[in-house]
């Protein structure tokens, strides 16, 4: 597990249940599938099989399992050893989504519910919208981080001009 110094919040991600029908309904049709090949065609059922498998590791690796607010980062957390840092440094803006854009956008989407969507516009990368399952508390938690955060940058300036 990653170093968990410096970690001001943590929120586990929303999820809408149309997302859960829809994650849940490929792997059931996969499987089934299988079911159905198993005794008319076996090498058939098995690549069903492997599919499903395939599939649900790959639902796990890449939707978010927790977003975290660190003194200097946003750090979505994904299945298995994957996550995605996002540098204080390279943040323009954090502030709520709208629902299309759980659908409908041009950047990384992490987000899983269309009700509590956040927009983080970056200075340079894409940007990246998710679903903090308190999106109040992620927003305000997120804003005081970085007030902190950018203050520190001010305070050191000040100490190297003496």
């Not at 198993?38 to 098995?46: C, D, M, R, V």
């Not at 750090?75 to 854009?101: C, D, W, Y």
Request: glycine residues 8%.
């Amino acid at each position: 597990m990653k170093n968990r110094i410096g970690l001001v919040y943590e929120d586990k991600p929303a999820y809408d249940i149309w997302l859960k029908l829809v994650l849940g309904g490929v792997l059931l049709i996969t499987f089934v599938s299988g079911i159905a090949l198993l005794f008319q065609e076996p090498e058939g059922a098995w690549v069903m099989f492997g599919e499903t498998l395939f599939l649900a590791l790959l639902f796990k690796a890449i939707l978010p399992t927790r977003h975290q607010i660190f003194a200097d980062r946003i750090r979505i957390v994904l299945g298995g050893p994957f996550a995605m840092n996002i540098p204080f440094t390279s943040i323009k803006e954090v502030r709520p989504g709208s629902s299309r854009q759980t659908m409908i956008y041009s950047g990384l989407r992490f987000a899983t519910s269309a009700k509590t969507v956040v927009e983080i516009t970056r200075r340079e990368g894409m940007n990246v919208v998710i679903s903090p399952g308190k999106r109040e508390m992620f927003l305000e938690q997120f804003h005081q981080a970085y007030r902190t955060w950018a203050n520190s940058f001010k305070t050191e300036a000040m100490s190297h001009k003496s």
